[in-house]
């Protein structure tokens, strides 16, 4: 793991999206298309601001989600209606590469429907999990990550893409990829702000791997994961 702590949320967010974009332009280097997977919550709008006002060939990359809010489109709690907002709309992202959530759907068929739709996207066969060039997640102050939260059952899951969970903490169904996705992210892009989640972060740093407590620690072990932070949460972890 690889950390950058920046003056504040804004830098490390713009940094953030700076690091994205070089990620998929290696990944676009090999190949015709790159893939891009992104996550919800208020942190990131800074990021997609910027992401919005870079110059890159976005036709030539695929936008998915981590995870979604059981919310229609157009509700303000959409992570979709965010990223299209911020990011997709004025980058100019086109319609045919964006692959949202259908969360106005009922919980479960709305996963199964995602799953199928990354399953075809990715041509994966049974038993394959897709490998995205760049998963960008964040992390709650309880630790949890994507839409798994602690002690959540399918964060042992490692053969799944998506499911449908019921957040308790927030009464609230989300859908989510799964644990085994998250850990075959060619990049994996963390972006954490606020000195409330200190104490969290240093402890998924410097505790042993135990997603099941900590699923922010989730791709952790293997695999590429840069985390951007600001000098508030990284306050315990800086020195250490
Ligand atoms: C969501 C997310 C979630 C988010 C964290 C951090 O839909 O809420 O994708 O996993 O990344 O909850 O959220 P904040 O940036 O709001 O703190």
Redo the contacts with the bound molecule.
């Keep these: 793991m690889r950390w950058h702590a920046y003056p504040d949320s804004e830098t490390a967010a713009a940094a953030c999206a700076q690091f994205i974009v070089a990620r998929l332009e290696e990944a676009l280097s090999g190949k015709e298309q790159a893939t891009l997977a992104l996550?919800?919550?208020?942190?990131?709008k800074p990021m997609f601001k910027t992401l919005a006002g870079l110059r890159f060939p976005w036709e030539r990359v695929h936008v998915f989600?981590?995870?979604?809010?059981a919310v229609p489109p157009d509700s303000p709690q959409s992570?979709y209606r965010l990223a299209a907002e911020t990011f997709l709309t004025p980058a100019g992202v086109p319609q045919g590469n964006i692959h949202r959530i259908l969360a106005e759907l009922a919980p479960e068929e709305a996963a199964r429907r995602y799953e199928q739709t990354v399953r075809d996207f990715f041509g994966l066969k049974p038993g394959e999990l897709p490998h995205f060039d760049v998963i960008h997640?964040?992390?709650?102050?309880d630790a949890?990550?994507?839409?798994?939260f602690p002690g959540e059952p399918l964060i042992g899951d490692r053969q799944g893409i998506a499911a449908a969970v019921y957040a308790q903490r927030l009464g609230q169904w989300?859908i989510t990829l799964l644990p085994g996705v998250l850990e075959s992210a060619r990049n994996t892009v963390m972006?954490?702000?606020?000195a409330d989640?200190a104490e969290v972060l240093r402890a998924v740093f410097q505790e042993p791997y135990a997603p099941e407590r900590y699923p922010a620690q989730l791709g952790s072990r293997g695999g590429a994961m840069t985390w951007f932070l600001d000098e508030g949460v990284a306050r315990l972890i800086a020195g250490g």
Aim: glycine letters at 18%; aromatic letters at 4%.
């Design positions: 996550s919800g919550g208020s942190t990131p989600w981590v995870d979604e809010r992570n997640r964040g992390m709650g102050a949890h990550t994507a839409s798994l989300r972006l954490v702000t606020g989640k």
